[in-house]
């Protein structure tokens, strides 16, 4: 039997002592996490209803988790940039963000490769349907009306909300479907999100916006759109006066989710008191009145039930987007 020379021994020991140092280190990081801030990555752009719930619910996980939560805005590529920075963070239970309903429809349209699979689901926080909203001074006052000026002129009406094969945009897609007209009768604009898409229906670049209720609510208060109508099987409780799709005879209803994910591959020592503090914040008195304040339909699950909804979810826009043809 060959003996290795003493330098060849000395590498081998300084290697061995070398990880078993960083296994310790690793096991002390995960015993006092946390030690520092987290990072909370919002793939949409500041104020829609992603940002707006991400936001208030960084706000009761630093209460929770003992540590500052910063909302870092990563924007573009309708949705991928964002979703793509989240997936990508070192999964040490520092970098958290806003996993939404895109996740299950971004790579059915060829844009990525990203799943729900590539991330550590956490919480369900609220799950809103869409809306049909346009300026105050628009000549219609009903979804009918609406309807038949889309029917006399196909093509001139222009509709917004996110980006192309995004959540509105299968919204709009579908309630087309529904009512027996084309993708072509009331065209798509792309946008940033939600907040963009009503800037550009008040400045008159677009007459329809498909986003949700508690998006479109601050320009409602303040006198500059109305909404004809609710993408859902019931009633808003909070906007009771606003009919559904189903009662104005289009069969069509869909909504947008937002959740909380951390990268894939935490550490089971971290996700423990990570899931104990997105539970607890989840549950938070404060923060579910500012989910009900802000009309959010609030949809709570955790871990598991997440990841099995996602893929419910994945699998149902999935084969929405291909009826629709908006899917390779």
């Known amino acids: ?15 061995l002592v070398g990880c078993f140092l960083a296994a310790c280190q690793t096991g002390d990081a995960s015993k006092n996490y946390p030690t520092k801030p987290l990072t909370y990555l919002v793939p949409w752009s500041p104020g829609g209803m992603t940002d707006g719930t991400s936001r208030f619910m960084a706000t009761v996980l630093q209460e929770a988790i003992g540590k500052p939560v910063n909302v870092i805005n990563r924007t573009g590529g309708g949705g991928v940039v964002g979703h793509l920075a989240l997936s990508q963070a070192r999964p040490d239970g520092y970098t958290v963000g806003a996993v939404t309903v895109e996740i299950t429809m971004l790579r059915h349209m060829g844009l990525t490769d990203l799943s729900y699979q590539d991330y550590t689901p956490l919480a369900l926080l609220i799950n ?18 609406l309807l038949e000026s889309i029917r006399q002129n196909p093509g001139m009406h222009q509709a917004s909300g996110t980006a192309r094969g995004g959540i509105w945009d299968l919204a709009r897609l579908g309630f087309l479907q529904a009512a027996n007209l084309t993708d072509s009768d009331m065209p798509w604009v792309p946008s940033q999100g939600a907040a963009p898409a009503l800037q550009e229906l008040i400045a008159g670049g677009v007459d329809v916006v498909t986003a949700s209720l508690p998006e479109v609510d601050g320009l409602r208060q303040a006198g500059q759109v109305k909404t004809l109508a609710i993408m859902a099987d019931q009633r808003s409780t909070k906007y009771p006066n606003v009919p559904t799709l189903k009662e104005l005879g289009v069969d069509w209803s869909i909504g947008g989710w937002v959740s909380i994910c951390a990268p894939r591959g935490v550490p089971d020592a971290v996700l423990v008191k990570l899931q104990s503090a997105v539970e607890t914040a989840a549950n938070n008195e404060s923060f579910i009145e500012a989910l009900q304040n802000a009309g959010s339909t609030r949809q709570v699950l955790f871990a598991s039930e997440l990841e099995e909804f996602m893929a419910r979810q994945d699998e149902v826009n999935g084969k929405l987007m291909k009826e629709a043809g908006i899917a390779q």
């Open 128 to 145: 809103n349907p869409a809306a049909v909203t346009v300026r105050t001074d628009a000549p219609w006052n009903s979804l009918e009306e």
């Open 1 to 15: 039997m060959s003996i290795l020379p003493r330098n060849q021994l000395k590498l081998i020991l300084l290697f």
